[in-house]
Protein backbone atom coordinates (compact mmCIF):
# COMPACT_ATOMS: atom_id res chain seq x y z
CA UNK A 1 0.00 0.00 0.00
CA UNK A 2 1.30 3.11 -0.75
CA UNK A 3 0.68 6.22 1.33
CA UNK A 4 2.34 9.64 0.84
CA UNK A 5 3.03 13.23 0.65
CA UNK A 6 -0.08 14.25 -2.23
CA UNK A 7 0.32 17.86 -2.29
CA UNK A 8 2.17 20.07 -0.01
CA UNK A 9 1.59 24.18 0.62
CA UNK A 10 4.13 26.77 2.39
CA UNK A 11 3.19 29.98 4.87
CA UNK A 12 5.85 32.60 5.13
CA UNK A 13 4.94 35.59 7.35
CA UNK A 14 5.13 38.49 5.45
CA UNK A 15 8.05 40.55 7.01
CA UNK A 16 11.46 40.23 7.11
CA UNK A 17 14.81 41.44 8.47
CA UNK A 18 17.88 41.39 7.43
CA UNK A 19 21.22 39.75 8.74
CA UNK A 20 23.37 42.95 7.86
CA UNK A 21 21.25 45.28 9.67
CA UNK A 22 21.15 42.98 13.26
CA UNK A 23 24.93 42.07 12.77
CA UNK A 24 25.76 45.80 12.15
CA UNK A 25 23.01 46.48 15.30
CA UNK A 26 25.09 43.97 17.28
CA UNK A 27 28.31 45.17 16.41
CA UNK A 28 29.16 41.71 14.98
CA UNK A 29 30.88 41.31 11.81
CA UNK A 30 28.58 40.58 9.05
CA UNK A 31 30.26 37.59 7.85
CA UNK A 32 29.48 35.71 10.98
CA UNK A 33 26.15 35.59 9.83
CA UNK A 34 26.41 35.29 6.03
CA UNK A 35 29.76 33.22 6.07
CA UNK A 36 29.58 31.92 9.65
CA UNK A 37 26.37 30.74 9.52
CA UNK A 38 25.25 30.70 6.17
CA UNK A 39 22.07 33.33 6.68
CA UNK A 40 21.09 36.50 4.49
CA UNK A 41 17.10 36.86 6.28
CA UNK A 42 15.15 35.84 8.31
CA UNK A 43 11.36 35.92 8.65
CA UNK A 44 9.55 38.26 11.43
CA UNK A 45 5.87 37.51 12.74
CA UNK A 46 3.67 40.30 12.74
CA UNK A 47 1.58 40.35 15.27
CA UNK A 48 -1.50 39.57 13.29
CA UNK A 49 -0.08 36.23 12.51
CA UNK A 50 0.66 33.47 14.91
CA UNK A 51 1.47 29.58 14.95
CA UNK A 52 -2.08 29.00 14.28
CA UNK A 53 -2.77 31.40 11.11
CA UNK A 54 0.39 30.14 9.69
CA UNK A 55 -0.86 26.70 10.11
CA UNK A 56 -4.48 27.56 8.32
CA UNK A 57 -2.65 29.44 6.05
CA UNK A 58 -0.55 26.80 4.54
CA UNK A 59 -2.82 23.97 4.69
CA UNK A 60 -5.69 25.93 2.45
CA UNK A 61 -3.06 25.89 0.13
CA UNK A 62 -1.78 22.35 0.60
CA UNK A 63 -6.14 22.03 0.47
CA UNK A 64 -6.58 23.66 -2.89
CA UNK A 65 -3.02 22.71 -4.55
CA UNK A 66 -4.33 19.05 -4.03
CA UNK A 67 -7.93 19.61 -4.64
CA UNK A 68 -9.30 18.42 -1.25
CA UNK A 69 -12.45 19.75 0.13
CA UNK A 70 -12.73 20.16 3.81
CA UNK A 71 -15.07 16.93 4.51
CA UNK A 72 -12.10 14.70 2.56
CA UNK A 73 -10.28 15.72 5.72
CA UNK A 74 -10.34 12.40 8.23
CA UNK A 75 -7.09 13.22 10.17
CA UNK A 76 -5.75 16.84 11.14
CA UNK A 77 -2.47 16.30 12.95
CA UNK A 78 -0.51 19.76 13.90
CA UNK A 79 3.44 19.54 15.09
CA UNK A 80 4.33 22.67 16.95
CA UNK A 81 6.54 23.57 19.71
CA UNK A 82 5.10 26.90 19.75
CA UNK A 83 1.44 25.78 21.15
CA UNK A 84 -0.83 28.90 22.05
CA UNK A 85 -2.45 27.19 24.83
CA UNK A 86 -1.41 24.34 27.76
CA UNK A 87 -4.41 22.53 26.79
CA UNK A 88 -6.46 23.54 23.18
CA UNK A 89 -4.30 22.40 20.91
CA UNK A 90 -3.59 24.33 17.77
CA UNK A 91 -5.39 21.86 15.73
CA UNK A 92 -8.67 22.31 17.01
CA UNK A 93 -8.60 26.14 16.05
CA UNK A 94 -7.59 24.63 12.65
CA UNK A 95 -10.14 22.80 12.20
CA UNK A 96 -12.96 25.49 13.02
CA UNK A 97 -10.98 28.02 10.35
CA UNK A 98 -10.64 25.60 7.98
CA UNK A 99 -14.35 24.26 8.87
CA UNK A 100 -13.00 20.54 8.54
CA UNK A 101 -16.54 17.94 9.41
CA UNK A 102 -16.23 16.29 13.07
CA UNK A 103 -16.35 12.98 11.84
CA UNK A 104 -12.63 13.56 12.27
CA UNK A 105 -9.73 12.55 14.23
CA UNK A 106 -7.78 15.75 15.07
CA UNK A 107 -4.38 16.54 17.71
CA UNK A 108 -1.54 18.03 18.31
CA UNK A 109 2.34 16.33 18.41
CA UNK A 110 5.29 17.91 20.02
CA UNK A 111 8.70 16.83 19.98
CA UNK A 112 10.69 20.06 18.91
CA UNK A 113 11.72 19.94 15.63
CA UNK A 114 11.49 16.10 14.97
CA UNK A 115 7.55 16.45 15.42
CA UNK A 116 6.74 17.37 12.02
CA UNK A 117 8.43 14.12 10.66
CA UNK A 118 6.24 11.78 13.82
CA UNK A 119 3.32 13.65 12.33
CA UNK A 120 3.73 12.93 9.09
CA UNK A 121 4.49 9.09 9.55
CA UNK A 122 1.05 8.56 12.07
CA UNK A 123 -0.77 10.07 8.67
CA UNK A 124 1.28 7.68 6.92
CA UNK A 125 0.61 5.00 8.77
CA UNK A 126 -3.27 5.86 9.55
CA UNK A 127 -3.25 5.86 5.46
CA UNK A 128 -1.42 2.39 5.32
CA UNK A 129 -3.41 0.73 8.18
CA UNK A 130 -6.74 1.36 6.28
CA UNK A 131 -8.81 3.00 8.91
CA UNK A 132 -8.64 6.03 6.75
CA UNK A 133 -11.81 4.80 5.02
CA UNK A 134 -11.11 6.92 1.97
CA UNK A 135 -10.15 9.77 3.96
CA UNK A 136 -7.32 11.98 3.29
CA UNK A 137 -4.96 13.43 6.16
CA UNK A 138 -3.68 16.68 6.71
CA UNK A 139 0.06 17.14 8.36
CA UNK A 140 0.48 20.77 9.19
CA UNK A 141 3.67 22.14 11.07
CA UNK A 142 3.51 25.52 12.19
CA UNK A 143 6.10 27.36 14.77
CA UNK A 144 8.13 30.54 15.38
CA UNK A 145 11.61 30.26 16.09
CA UNK A 146 12.36 33.02 18.80
CA UNK A 147 15.09 33.71 20.70
CA UNK A 148 15.16 36.94 22.15
CA UNK A 149 16.98 40.09 21.82
CA UNK A 150 20.58 39.95 21.93
CA UNK A 151 21.27 36.34 22.74
CA UNK A 152 23.50 33.60 20.20
CA UNK A 153 20.41 32.17 19.11
CA UNK A 154 18.88 35.68 17.56
CA UNK A 155 20.49 35.11 13.89
CA UNK A 156 19.12 31.79 13.86
CA UNK A 157 15.56 32.63 14.38
CA UNK A 158 12.67 32.31 11.83
CA UNK A 159 9.48 31.29 11.47
CA UNK A 160 6.87 29.50 9.23
CA UNK A 161 4.46 26.45 8.21
CA UNK A 162 4.49 23.67 5.98
CA UNK A 163 1.17 21.45 5.24
CA UNK A 164 0.98 18.22 3.53
CA UNK A 165 -2.03 16.07 2.05
CA UNK A 166 -1.14 12.88 2.93
CA UNK A 167 -3.27 9.64 1.03
CA UNK A 168 -3.03 6.40 -0.76
CA UNK A 169 -3.68 8.03 -3.97
CA UNK A 170 -0.85 9.58 -4.89
CA UNK A 171 2.32 9.41 -7.21
CA UNK A 172 3.81 12.51 -6.26
CA UNK A 173 5.99 11.52 -3.78
CA UNK A 174 5.77 8.53 -1.05
CA UNK A 175 8.22 6.90 1.82
CA UNK A 176 10.06 3.87 0.92
CA UNK A 177 8.64 1.61 3.90
CA UNK A 178 10.81 -0.07 6.39
CA UNK A 179 13.78 2.23 5.17
CA UNK A 180 14.36 4.39 8.30
CA UNK A 181 16.34 4.78 10.86
CA UNK A 182 15.38 6.08 14.45
CA UNK A 183 17.43 7.65 17.19
CA UNK A 184 16.28 8.96 20.69
CA UNK A 185 18.65 10.29 23.92
CA UNK A 186 17.63 11.99 26.83
CA UNK A 187 19.56 14.91 26.51
CA UNK A 188 19.38 19.27 27.32
CA UNK A 189 20.36 20.79 24.49
CA UNK A 190 17.32 23.06 23.80
CA UNK A 191 14.63 23.29 25.92
CA UNK A 192 11.80 25.94 26.89
CA UNK A 193 10.19 25.37 30.18
CA UNK A 194 6.69 26.06 31.54
CA UNK A 195 6.05 29.59 31.71
CA UNK A 196 9.20 30.71 29.05
CA UNK A 197 8.16 32.68 26.31
CA UNK A 198 11.98 31.87 24.85
CA UNK A 199 14.36 28.80 25.04
CA UNK A 200 17.29 27.77 27.20
CA UNK A 201 19.98 26.38 24.76
CA UNK A 202 23.16 25.07 24.88
CA UNK A 203 24.29 25.94 21.53
CA UNK A 204 27.53 24.35 20.64
CA UNK A 205 26.28 20.43 22.85
CA UNK A 206 23.20 20.58 20.83
CA UNK A 207 25.10 20.67 17.89
CA UNK A 208 26.92 17.69 19.31
CA UNK A 209 24.13 16.57 19.95
CA UNK A 210 22.43 16.37 16.34
CA UNK A 211 25.47 15.40 15.08
CA UNK A 212 25.32 12.41 17.05
CA UNK A 213 22.05 11.51 16.07
CA UNK A 214 22.94 11.49 12.53
CA UNK A 215 26.01 9.54 12.86
CA UNK A 216 23.78 6.74 14.77
CA UNK A 217 20.81 7.10 11.94
CA UNK A 218 23.60 6.79 9.04
CA UNK A 219 24.73 3.22 9.96
CA UNK A 220 21.44 2.27 10.91
CA UNK A 221 19.86 3.57 7.82
CA UNK A 222 22.90 1.91 5.93
CA UNK A 223 22.34 -1.66 7.64
CA UNK A 224 18.61 -1.98 6.74
CA UNK A 225 19.25 -0.60 3.27
CA UNK A 226 22.22 -2.98 2.64
CA UNK A 227 19.20 -5.81 3.82
CA UNK A 228 16.38 -4.31 1.45
CA UNK A 229 18.27 -3.68 -1.38
CA UNK A 230 21.68 -4.79 -1.23
CA UNK A 231 22.84 -0.85 -2.29
CA UNK A 232 24.54 1.48 -0.64
CA UNK A 233 22.87 4.90 0.89
CA UNK A 234 25.78 6.82 -1.04
CA UNK A 235 24.52 5.44 -4.17
CA UNK A 236 20.73 4.81 -3.34
CA UNK A 237 19.58 8.22 -2.42
CA UNK A 238 20.24 11.34 -4.87
CA UNK A 239 19.76 14.14 -2.42
CA UNK A 240 20.04 14.63 1.01
CA UNK A 241 18.29 17.34 2.91
CA UNK A 242 18.93 18.24 6.69
CA UNK A 243 17.01 19.68 9.81
CA UNK A 244 18.97 23.63 9.14
CA UNK A 245 18.61 25.22 12.23
CA UNK A 246 20.84 27.56 10.40
CA UNK A 247 22.08 27.19 6.70
CA UNK A 248 25.82 25.93 7.60
CA UNK A 249 24.59 23.28 9.42
CA UNK A 250 23.48 21.61 5.96
CA UNK A 251 27.73 21.46 6.10
CA UNK A 252 28.43 20.15 9.23
CA UNK A 253 25.59 17.47 8.47
CA UNK A 254 26.42 16.50 4.54
CA UNK A 255 30.39 15.97 5.93
CA UNK A 256 29.34 14.14 9.04
CA UNK A 257 27.10 11.73 6.94
CA UNK A 258 30.07 11.39 4.71
CA UNK A 259 32.60 10.67 7.42
CA UNK A 260 30.63 8.04 8.67
CA UNK A 261 29.62 5.89 5.40
CA UNK A 262 33.13 6.60 4.32
CA UNK A 263 35.57 5.79 6.98
CA UNK A 264 38.32 5.07 4.99
CA UNK A 265 38.71 8.55 3.74
CA UNK A 266 40.48 11.36 5.40
CA UNK A 267 39.15 14.92 6.28
CA UNK A 268 40.51 16.37 3.44
CA UNK A 269 39.07 13.83 0.48
CA UNK A 270 35.40 14.27 2.24
CA UNK A 271 35.76 18.14 2.49
CA UNK A 272 36.35 17.31 -1.58
CA UNK A 273 33.53 15.16 -1.93
CA UNK A 274 31.23 17.41 -0.55
CA UNK A 275 32.79 20.91 -1.96
CA UNK A 276 32.14 18.62 -5.61
CA UNK A 277 28.50 18.03 -4.27
CA UNK A 278 27.19 21.81 -3.27
CA UNK A 279 26.36 23.42 -6.78
CA UNK A 280 24.14 20.56 -7.32
CA UNK A 281 23.19 18.27 -4.48
CA UNK A 282 23.55 20.84 -1.56
CA UNK A 283 22.89 24.40 -2.44
CA UNK A 284 19.91 24.02 -4.02
CA UNK A 285 17.68 23.04 -0.81
CA UNK A 286 18.79 26.29 1.01
CA UNK A 287 16.93 28.78 0.02
CA UNK A 288 14.36 28.08 2.92
CA UNK A 289 17.14 28.35 5.42
CA UNK A 290 18.75 31.22 3.97
CA UNK A 291 15.45 33.45 3.56
CA UNK A 292 13.35 32.71 6.37
CA UNK A 293 15.83 30.72 8.98
CA UNK A 294 14.44 28.24 11.08
CA UNK A 295 11.24 27.04 11.08
CA UNK A 296 11.45 24.44 13.96
CA UNK A 297 9.24 21.15 12.90
CA UNK A 298 8.81 22.42 9.23
CA UNK A 299 12.90 23.40 8.60
CA UNK A 300 13.46 19.94 6.87
CA UNK A 301 10.74 20.26 5.04
CA UNK A 302 11.39 23.84 4.03
CA UNK A 303 14.38 22.38 2.40
CA UNK A 304 11.87 19.99 0.23
CA UNK A 305 10.51 22.50 -0.89
CA UNK A 306 13.41 24.86 -1.82
CA UNK A 307 14.86 21.68 -3.97
CA UNK A 308 11.09 21.00 -5.65
CA UNK A 309 11.44 24.82 -6.81
CA UNK A 310 15.68 24.76 -7.57
CA UNK A 311 15.88 21.35 -9.75
CA UNK A 312 11.95 20.66 -10.94
CA UNK A 313 11.54 18.07 -13.21
CA UNK A 314 14.79 16.79 -12.48
CA UNK A 315 13.88 15.63 -9.41
CA UNK A 316 11.43 12.65 -11.17
CA UNK A 317 12.07 9.18 -9.99
CA UNK A 318 15.03 10.48 -7.96
CA UNK A 319 15.28 9.48 -4.34
CA UNK A 320 15.78 11.99 -1.61
CA UNK A 321 17.07 11.25 2.20
CA UNK A 322 15.24 13.27 4.67
CA UNK A 323 17.63 13.67 8.14
CA UNK A 324 14.92 15.08 10.70
CA UNK A 325 16.38 16.40 14.33
CA UNK A 326 14.33 17.57 17.06
CA UNK A 327 16.38 18.42 20.56
CA UNK A 328 15.30 16.91 23.56
CA UNK A 329 16.45 14.59 21.38
CA UNK A 330 14.59 12.25 18.60
CA UNK A 331 15.83 11.46 15.21
CA UNK A 332 14.65 9.94 12.11
CA UNK A 333 16.70 9.39 8.64
CA UNK A 334 14.16 8.42 5.90
CA UNK A 335 14.09 8.49 2.17
CA UNK A 336 11.38 9.40 0.13
CA UNK A 337 11.01 8.93 -3.54
CA UNK A 338 9.76 10.88 -5.95
CA UNK A 339 7.09 9.96 -8.44
CA UNK A 340 4.68 10.92 -11.22
CA UNK A 341 2.94 14.14 -10.63
CA UNK A 342 5.38 15.97 -9.67
CA UNK A 343 5.24 18.59 -13.09
CA UNK A 344 1.01 19.47 -11.84
CA UNK A 345 2.74 20.05 -8.05
CA UNK A 346 5.41 22.55 -9.39
CA UNK A 347 2.80 24.52 -11.03
CA UNK A 348 1.42 25.29 -7.87
CA UNK A 349 3.70 25.78 -6.25
CA UNK A 350 4.79 29.39 -4.88
CA UNK A 351 7.58 29.28 -2.19
CA UNK A 352 9.31 31.57 -4.04
CA UNK A 353 6.68 34.10 -4.67
CA UNK A 354 6.05 34.43 -0.78
CA UNK A 355 10.01 35.19 0.08
CA UNK A 356 10.00 37.63 -2.85
CA UNK A 357 6.12 39.62 -1.93
CA UNK A 358 7.72 40.16 1.65
CA UNK A 359 8.61 43.87 3.39
CA UNK A 360 11.89 44.38 4.91
CA UNK A 361 11.76 46.20 8.49
CA UNK A 362 14.07 48.07 10.28
CA UNK A 363 15.88 47.11 13.47
CA UNK A 364 13.41 49.62 15.18
CA UNK A 365 10.47 48.00 14.13
CA UNK A 366 11.90 44.58 14.71
CA UNK A 367 12.72 45.37 18.65
CA UNK A 368 9.06 47.23 18.52
CA UNK A 369 7.68 43.78 17.14
CA UNK A 370 9.95 41.32 19.30
CA UNK A 371 10.27 43.38 22.37
CA UNK A 372 6.34 43.56 22.37
CA UNK A 373 6.16 47.49 22.83
CA UNK A 374 4.31 48.63 19.94
CA UNK A 375 1.54 45.69 19.26
CA UNK A 376 -1.72 47.70 19.38
CA UNK A 377 0.25 50.04 16.54
CA UNK A 378 1.31 47.05 14.43
CA UNK A 379 -1.73 45.36 15.09
CA UNK A 380 -3.37 47.98 13.35
CA UNK A 381 -0.40 48.17 10.15
CA UNK A 382 -1.73 44.58 9.64
CA UNK A 383 -5.14 44.84 8.71
CA UNK A 384 -4.44 47.03 6.24
CA UNK A 385 -0.79 45.31 4.91
CA UNK A 386 -2.39 41.55 5.09
CA UNK A 387 -5.65 42.85 3.12
CA UNK A 388 -2.93 43.08 0.14
CA UNK A 389 -1.46 39.75 0.87
CA UNK A 390 -2.65 37.00 -1.46
CA UNK A 391 -1.40 34.58 0.91
CA UNK A 392 -3.08 35.41 4.27
CA UNK A 393 -6.84 34.34 4.80
CA UNK A 394 -6.65 34.14 8.35
CA UNK A 395 -5.80 36.91 10.94
CA UNK A 396 -5.01 36.84 14.61
CA UNK A 397 -7.52 39.89 16.63
CA UNK A 398 -6.18 39.54 19.91
CA UNK A 399 -7.55 38.13 23.16
CA UNK A 400 -11.10 38.11 24.65
CA UNK A 401 -12.03 36.42 27.82
CA UNK A 402 -8.79 34.46 27.52
CA UNK A 403 -9.73 33.31 24.35
CA UNK A 404 -8.43 33.85 21.17
CA UNK A 405 -10.14 35.46 18.23
CA UNK A 406 -9.39 35.01 14.61
CA UNK A 407 -11.03 36.32 11.68
CA UNK A 408 -10.98 35.06 7.68
CA UNK A 409 -9.66 38.10 5.70
CA UNK A 410 -10.15 39.94 2.58
CA UNK A 411 -11.58 38.41 -0.90
CA UNK A 412 -8.97 35.60 -1.51
P1 LIG B 1 27.89 31.30 18.36
O1 LIG B 1 28.28 31.52 19.75
O2 LIG B 1 27.53 32.47 17.54
O3 LIG B 1 28.97 30.38 17.62
O4 LIG B 1 26.66 30.31 18.36
P2 LIG B 1 30.42 30.66 17.04
O5 LIG B 1 31.08 31.80 17.72
O6 LIG B 1 31.09 29.32 17.10
O7 LIG B 1 30.19 31.10 15.52
C1 LIG B 1 29.43 30.37 14.64
C2 LIG B 1 30.23 30.13 13.35
O8 LIG B 1 30.61 31.40 12.78
C3 LIG B 1 31.56 29.38 13.57
O9 LIG B 1 31.74 28.52 12.47
C4 LIG B 1 32.60 30.50 13.54
O10 LIG B 1 33.89 30.06 13.15
C5 LIG B 1 32.00 31.40 12.48
P3 LIG B 1 31.95 26.93 12.69
O11 LIG B 1 33.18 26.78 13.50
O12 LIG B 1 30.73 26.44 13.45
O13 LIG B 1 32.02 26.38 11.33
N1 LIG B 1 32.47 32.79 12.52
C6 LIG B 1 32.78 33.50 11.42
N2 LIG B 1 32.76 33.20 10.10
C7 LIG B 1 33.11 34.18 9.22
N3 LIG B 1 33.51 35.42 9.60
C8 LIG B 1 33.55 35.77 10.91
C9 LIG B 1 33.17 34.80 11.88
N4 LIG B 1 33.09 34.80 13.24
C10 LIG B 1 32.67 33.56 13.60
N5 LIG B 1 33.91 37.00 11.25
C11 LIG B 1 24.99 28.80 17.60
C12 LIG B 1 26.19 29.64 17.20
C13 LIG B 1 24.44 28.10 16.38
C14 LIG B 1 25.43 27.73 18.62
C15 LIG B 1 23.93 29.76 18.24
O14 LIG B 1 23.43 30.62 17.25
C16 LIG B 1 22.77 29.04 18.89
O15 LIG B 1 22.82 28.71 20.07
N6 LIG B 1 21.66 28.75 18.10
C17 LIG B 1 20.49 28.07 18.60
C18 LIG B 1 20.72 26.57 18.78
C19 LIG B 1 20.94 25.84 17.48
O16 LIG B 1 20.66 26.33 16.41
N7 LIG B 1 21.42 24.56 17.57
C20 LIG B 1 21.62 23.75 16.41
C21 LIG B 1 21.52 22.23 16.69
S1 LIG B 1 20.10 21.81 17.69
C22 LIG B 1 18.75 21.84 16.59
O17 LIG B 1 18.94 21.87 15.42
C23 LIG B 1 17.40 21.86 17.19
C24 LIG B 1 16.67 23.20 17.12
O18 LIG B 1 16.21 23.42 15.80
C25 LIG B 1 15.51 23.24 18.13
C26 LIG B 1 14.47 22.13 18.08
O19 LIG B 1 14.73 20.96 17.83
O20 LIG B 1 13.32 22.46 18.40
C27 LIG B 1 17.57 24.35 17.48
Redesign the pocket.
Known sequence: MKAGISSIGIYIPPLYLSHDDLADARD??R??Y????GNINMAIVPPWDDPVTMAANAAKMAMEAAGVEKDEIGLLIVST?TGVDQSKPVSSFVHGLLGIGRRSRVYEIKH???GGTVAIMNAVNWVRSQHHRGKKALVITT?I?K?GLN??????QGAGAVAFIISDETEFMHFLPSMNAFYSNDVH??WRPNGYAT?M????Y??Q??LDALEFCSHDLQDNLMQETGKHLLDFVDYFIY????T??A??AHTKMLATLRPELNEEQIAAIYEADYADKIQPALTGSQQVG?I??G?VYMCLLSLLESKQEELENKNIGIFS?????GAEFLISHVGRGLQQQLQKLNFRKQIDRRIKISMDEYAAIYGDKDQAAALQMGMELQDADPFSRFIFTGIKEHKRQYVKTGSH
Open positions: IPDKKIGLEACYDAYTAGEPTDFPVDGKSICYHLPFKMKKNYTSYGSGC
